[in-house]
């Protein structure tokens, strides 16, 4: 091997390893001592915790910490990220049995307390820390899309267009699915859409142009009524979404106004059950017109 070949390997070594590891060897050096991490090693069959002992950095995320024991001590760690700025929601795991994106967790937020990661518990476990979510997509699909007569560009009124950012924002970490009693401790994923769904089908009843009326898969489908907003989904999102202030509770009070006040059933029993947004009559299989 000539001395150019084995200059372009070192190179290539050195840079998968910084691919792999965001804690650089200058940054190793210059470490305060030591700090642990207990992590969870396994699959859908089960596993147990590993301890890894690494550098302490200043600054140091858990991610970094996760991406610098896969690149040194464990290469077969597995671990879901990908933007690294709490933007894409990939690294969405559990330390100390609460969901957190692993990228915008420091490691001295937890001085002094043993650092526990683990998969998000209320999906099937794949490896170490990636879980299966590949439900949360499947109950996506189940969702009516939204759906209007007209074409784009809208013209909205400004209230409008504000009330539709805030659920916007979800960047689908899934931390709030992971949370909520009803899928990670009653697992009625089934029958429940959970929070992360509420927040988008909020958007879409609540969007001016969309003609479609959701409110009967939300009752019936979805499981709308197993929520007992107890608003730990709000506590975990990392984009500070209120899904149980701005979207839980407003569908539960339209659920409610459509399918349990006296006065709109009786006018059902005479006139037929009418869509909510159009006013068109809806036959008992969900079809306009009575069909």
Partial sequence: MSNEDGRQDAEQKDMASKAHANVHQDETDAAQGTTKLKI???DGEGGKEVEYELPAVEGMVVLDAVLYIQAHQAGDL???WNCKAAHCGSCSAEINGKPKLLCKSRVEEYEGQEIHVHPLRAFPVIKD?????SWNYETSRSITPFTTDEQAPFIMYEEDV????EPKKCIECFMCQDVCHVLRTHHKHPEFAGPRFFTR???LEMHPKDTESRLR???EEHGL???NITKCCSEVCPVDIHITDNSIIPL?????DEYYDPAKWLMRKIRGRRSPKTGEIIGRNGNRNGG
């Fill in 162 to 165: 504000e009330r539709l950012y």
């Fill in 201 to 203: 089908m909020q958007w």
């Fill in 78 to 80: 597995a671990v879901r």
């Fill in 129 to 133: 820390l990636v879980s299966d979510v």
């Fill in 217 to 219: 898969g939300l009752k």
């Fill in 252 to 256: 539960k009070e339209r659920v409610a």
């Fill in 225 to 227: 009524g197993y929520c």
């Fill in 40 to 42: 969870f090693r396994g």
